[in-house]
């Protein structure tokens, strides 16, 4: 049992759901940190036995000490630490930094200092690093740190501490930096554009070739890097694709429409100085696509989104609100 147990931050959320299903569906022991343990219980019913629920109200308030306590006293030998503040809200730079950068130094610290046999430390970052656009394409994982928002560059400097305490105490760590993520349980990128796809009210000015993720293909990236104890920093996407395939596609499974607007206008958009929508507007009209080589070297092939995105269509159809 020992060796099968990982301690998994934001199971309650999209990607730590169904990372947790994986890994409770493959016999793995799930500790898993939570502000709210009701809802973890009610996601996993079926599995009583193997999953863990450790409530802690403020997570990322707790000093490395405690992480490693923690750790030694559960004997965990894997992180797989997701959760996060996601996205470009509303909040102050504070809230991102103790959450989104200390939380993760902490618990890697704690990792580090633990009396376990240290199997994988895996962060959950994203390509955003790079920038909401990259500076160039297919960015690979040698691309520069350019965050823009407070929400990238929280997670470009978790990386930093990261790969800085790896250079000090050598440790067993994995980035994972996972492009846009579609799947059972999403309300973000696809949700909100299949949402107004179906109402017919999503506009657009370009036509970009993006690339996305299939949330069910990164699980078993997490799966596959506890199992194989992998290290490094490795981009998780699909094949690009353009958007207006993905649309319609969309449009043919809910029914509705989307409306192409002249490219004159974006200029004028472009200048409204709200971050936040400058950066949904970017990820709608811009190129961006990651390259996906190192991933492939562990003989993982990369997939075409619209293989995938039939099997979710239900759920973005069907979903009404959060
Ligand atoms: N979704 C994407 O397209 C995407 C793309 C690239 C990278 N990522 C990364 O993937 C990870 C998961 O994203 P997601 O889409 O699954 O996000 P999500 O649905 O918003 O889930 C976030 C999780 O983090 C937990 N959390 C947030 N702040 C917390 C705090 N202060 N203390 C304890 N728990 C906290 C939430 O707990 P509660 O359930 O209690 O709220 C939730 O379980 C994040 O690290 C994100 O940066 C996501």
Redesign the pocket.
């Known amino acids: 049992m020992r060796d099968k147990t990982v301690l998994v931050?934001?199971?309650?959320?999209?990607?730590?759901q169904n990372v947790t299903k994986k890994l409770l569906e493959d016999g793995y022991f799930v500790c898993a940190i939570?502000?709210?343990p009701e809802?973890l219980k009610n996601l996993f019913l079926e599995y009583p036995d193997n999953l863990i629920p450790i409530k802690i109200k403020n997570?990322?308030e707790k000093d490395y000490r405690f992480y490693s306590k923690l750790i030694t006293d559960y004997n965990i030998s894997s992180i797989i630490h997701?959760?996060?503040?996601?996205g470009e809200r509303n909040i102050s730079w504070e809230e991102y930094y103790k959450?989104n950068v200390l939380w993760t130094k902490n618990l890697a610290y704690g990792f580090v200092d633990a009396n376990i046999n240290h199997n994988v430390f895996i962060f959950?970052s994203?390509v955003g690093v790079y920038g909401t656009i990259p500076k160039y394409l297919p960015a690979d994982e040698s691309h520069p740190y350019d965050p823009d928002g407070k929400y990238h560059k929280s997670?470009a400097l978790a990386e930093k501490e990261l790969l800085s305490l790896k250079e000090e105490y050598d440790f067993p760590l994995v980035i994972f930096r996972?492009?846009?993520?579609y799947g059972k349980g999403d309300y973000?990128?696809l949700y909100k554009i299949s949402k107004l796809v179906k109402k017919r009210s999503f506009f657009y000015f370009n036509n970009p070739k993006i690339s996305l993720i299939d949330v069910d293909y990164l699980s078993s990236m997490y799966f596959y890097a506890v199992k194989n104890k992998i290290s490094g920093i490795y981009n998780i996407a699909e094949n690009p694709i353009t958007l207006e395939d993905l649309l319609r596609f969309i449009k043919k499974a809910t029914g509705g429409k989307y409306y192409k607007l002249p490219s004159f206008l974006l200029k004028v958009v472009l200048q409204i100085p709200n971050d936040i929508l400058r950066i949904k507007l970017k990820l709608i009209t811009f190129d961006r696509y990651y390259s996906t080589k190192k991933i492939e070297k562990l003989g993982l092939p990369t997939s075409d989104t619209l293989k995938h995105l039939e099997k979710y269509m239900e759920w973005y159809n069907e979903r009404k609100t959060q």
């Open positions: 931050t934001g199971a309650t959320g999209f990607v730590g939570v502000r709210n809802k997570p990322e997701i959760a996060a503040i996601t959450t959950t994203t997670k996972p492009t846009t993520i973000s990128f």
